[in-house]
């Protein structure tokens, strides 16, 4: 099976700061990475560099075998990389329908079929009878929804989910991650940093552990959990 | 979208009505369907791009010199030249948007101003091409089916025209792909990447289009006063107006450049016949009272207030 999205010897480097340093993961349609390491690891800024919001020093990305290095963001949604955003990001002045619609037109130019997509998209994150509200008025749990709803909107093959499930209370908890599940189950390749380990156990098939933009372990959850790296980034030595 | 299809046709309606009703005071009329159009364009990369020129007046002298030098140097048929006008605006906004759009904030709408002065200066220096600071005079149009261009009734028929156009295109545009990515690119860029968008690549466009719908109402202008001065028609003034009237009736808003134009430029002129000195004060009080209590403009406020009550009454019933 061919990889959904292959990263190979990724570094970013700020100034004299290595962010992210020779990273390479790779991801199969239907496969659910879980990301995940301290605060300051590169977590994010791998993500971005993914996602084209970060020019990379070295190393490539392809998505389905196709080289996307080169790509600005907005040719790598075209491409099939939907993203969240960590703060999210509705646009306030839109309604939550509106919002969505803006990804729709992505492979819907016509405004017929953009908003039969958007509202399909609306109601399959639970959204459906917040259509008309002005998106700024939404709460922290549905505007992590509406995020999801945009990315998904653009009918992305990769789907790249940064720490959506922050800050929930337990049932909005549990519900976004049957989400997520469900997402894979479709076939849909998933990327996502996350700081709720218990999202991360329940659903990643494969676990990357980052340190000071390294890769330091990787493999199925619960081995990772036990690597004594993983234990040293996370609680330091004595 | 149906209210904005009604609307426009009350508006066209009411334009239609107004010479009966008002016969000797059609020029106040064509200034402010002028403005109507040029705030309907302006807000086109404005309001809806987010991206505030402050250059606009340019778009007005190009279309102006373009028909004045077109008819009384070559002979050139007015709306050949205003064609013409257009098409060098949009290339201009082009090269413009290309070289500034790289900028973020307030420094887009410095470099704008930069620009709508070099073409005053152009226009000052160059007067081989446009009579320098003297300026030009049309003496002659000609009289496309007997219609007599210098007459203030056909005029107003053209400036009608004009902003029903300009409102027009705005309201085919609102409901649509570019409309919406034109406001994705304003509230936030990146998240108009994730959505497939390219923020230089709109913003382009919408000021092509902006400045290529100025200049049709330039041109339309430089007939109207038939007599063009570099110090008039690429002043910063003009391009201050022409934001101003936008931002005060709403920016981003189908109605609001419209309504901001028959406000200001209708007060503007009662103020000056009835409080002759103390016009501009009054003026000043206005733009403040409004700036302050209805901060997204006019007819924002009141669309925002709709919106949220609309959904108010749907969640509770």
Redesign the interface.
């Known amino acids: 099976m061919p990889s959904a999205l292959r990263a190979e010897g990724l570094t970013v480097r700020f100034g004299g700061n290595v962010a992210v340093s020779d990273v390479s993961l790779a991801l199969a349609p239907g496969e659910i990475l879980g990301l995940i390491g301290p605060n300051g690891a590169g977590k994010t800024t791998l993500f971005n560099a993914l996602t084209g919001y970060v020019t990379p020093e070295s190393g490539r990305v392809s998505l389905f075998d196709r080289d996307i290095t080169r790509l600005a963001p907005h040719e790598r949604a075209r491409a099939g990389c939907g993203r969240t955003f960590q703060t999210e990001r509705p646009f306030e002045e839109l309604t939550v329908l509106e919002n969505v619609l803006v990804a729709a037109f992505l492979h819907e130019p016509r405004r017929s079929g953009a908003e039969r997509l958007a509202r399909e998209t609306l109601e399959q994150v639970g959204l459906g009878d917040r259509a008309d509200q002005p998106a700024g008025d939404l709460n922290l749990a549905r505007r992590r929804r509406l995020e999801l709803a945009k990315a998904l909107a653009t009918r992305p093959r990769v789907i790249f989910l940064d720490e959506v499930m922050a800050g929930l209370n337990p049932p909005a908890l549990r519900e976004m991650i049957a989400f997520v599940s469900e997402l894979s189950r479709k076939g849909l390749a998933v990327l996502m940093v996350e700081h709720i380990m218990e999202a991360i156990v329940e659903l990643s098939d494969h676990v990357i552990v980052m340190a000071s933009g390294a890769k330091i372990a990787e493999g199925a959850p619960e081995a990772v959990m036990r690597d004594e790296r993983v234990i040293e980034a996370y609680l330091g030595t004595d | 979208m149906r209210t904005h299809l009604l609307g426009l046709a009350a508006f066209v309606a009411l334009g239609l009505a107004y010479p009966v009703l008002f016969p000797s005071a059609l020029t106040i009329a064509i200034t402010i369907l002028l403005f109507v159009g040029w705030a309907t364009a302006w807000d086109v990369l404005g309001g809806w791009a987010g991206q505030v020129s402050l250059g606009h007046a340019a778009f007005v002298g190009l279309g102006a010199y373009f028909v004045a030098i077109g008819v009384t140097e070559y002979g050139l048929a007015p709306w050949w030249s205003a064609l013409l006008g257009m098409a060098v605006a949009a290339a201009l906004a082009f090269a413009w948007g290309w070289l500034t759009f790289g900028l973020r904030g307030p420094y887009f709408t410095l470099s704008t101003i930069a620009f709508a002065e070099i073409l005053r200066l152009v226009a000052i220096n160059e007067g081989w091409l446009t009579g320098g600071a003297t300026g030009v005079f049309i003496m002659t149009l000609p009289e496309p089916f007997g219609l007599d261009l210098f007459d203030r009734q056909t005029q107003y028929w053209l400036a009608l025209g004009f902003a029903v156009l300009v409102i027009g295109i705005v309201v085919a545009l609102s ?3 570019f409309g ?2 034109l ?2 690119v304003r ?2 860029e ?10 230089k690549r709109t913003k382009l466009k919408a000021f092509m289009l902006s400045g290529a719908l100025t200049a049709l109402g330039g041109g339309l202008y430089g007939i109207v006063l038939s007599f063009l001065e570099p110090h008039v028609m690429f002043y910063l003034l003009l391009s201050v107006q022409i934001a101003l009237t936008a931002i005060i009736g709403g920016r ?1 808003t189908i109605w609001g450049p419209a309504a901001g134009a028959m406000v200001l430029i209708g007060s503007g002129e009662v103020f000056r016949t009835t409080f002759a000195e103390a016009n501009l004060l009054i003026y000043g009080v206005l733009i403040l009272v409004i700036v302050l209590f209805a901060p997204r403009g006019l007819v924002g406020e009141a669309t ?1 207030r709709a ?2 009550r ?2 108010a009454k ?2 509770q019933s």
């Open positions: 409901r649509g792909r919406y990515a406001r994705a509230e936030d990146d998240a108009a990447m994730a959505a497939g968008i390219d923020p981003g925002r919106i949220r609309r959904y749907r969640a």
